[in-house]
């Protein structure tokens, strides 16, 4: 028998421990009765400009829930006072936030606005739209959706906030 073969058995078993458990734990029971959400949610898009991607995350956003709103970290306030109008002018009824930032800091501020949030409706849960543009080449990926990776990093695991992607292609003609 080769030497090392008995640790490898031992680590295989356990890993099959792990993924047995992980199934009981993620298992539905035959009897559960699934409900309906009784929580009310709202759909923030998190747009860092005015683009095609955030039009469309802008309108899963609309298919998901009654309120929806865009909110835009800004570090100029008449760049925001821009994109504001921009929005309000092209897309009718759709609420913008701006959150001035003079740092360029974006995920600070976004999440202390979601803490204030919160704390107007603790039971309300809170879907932040991520929109992703995707490159048509695969080397173009570093280039682009940085700010959406810390963003969504910052954001998963919190405590009734569900972080969600709308990946935007451009189409090729």
Request: proline fraction near 9%; glycine fraction near 4%; charged fraction near 30%.
């Amino acid at each position: 028998m080769p030497r090392g073969a008995p640790a490898f058995g031992d680590r295989a078993s356990g890993l099959h421990r792990e993924y047995e458990t992980e199934a009981r734990e993620l298992d539905v029971r035959p009897t559960a009765l699934i409900r309906p959400p009784w929580r009310r949610q709202r759909v923030i898009v998190a747009a860092p400009a005015f683009t095609r991607a955030v039009v469309q995350a802008v309108k899963i956003a609309r298919t998901t829930s009654s309120d929806v709103s865009i909110v835009h970290v800004a570090e100029d306030p008449e760049r925001g006072e821009a994109f504001r109008s921009r929005v309000e002018h092209q897309m009718p009824g759709v609420p913008v936030v701006l959150i001035e930032s003079p740092y360029r800091s974006l995920v600070r501020p976004f999440l202390r606005y979601l803490e204030v949030a919160r704390a107007e409706d603790p039971d309300e849960v809170t879907v932040v739209l991520i929109p992703e543009y995707l490159p048509r080449h695969w080397w173009d990926r570093i280039l682009y959706n940085q700010n959406a990776h810390r963003l969504r990093e910052a954001l998963v695991g919190r405590r009734d906030i569900v972080v969600l992607d709308a990946p935007y292609r451009r189409e090729l003609f």
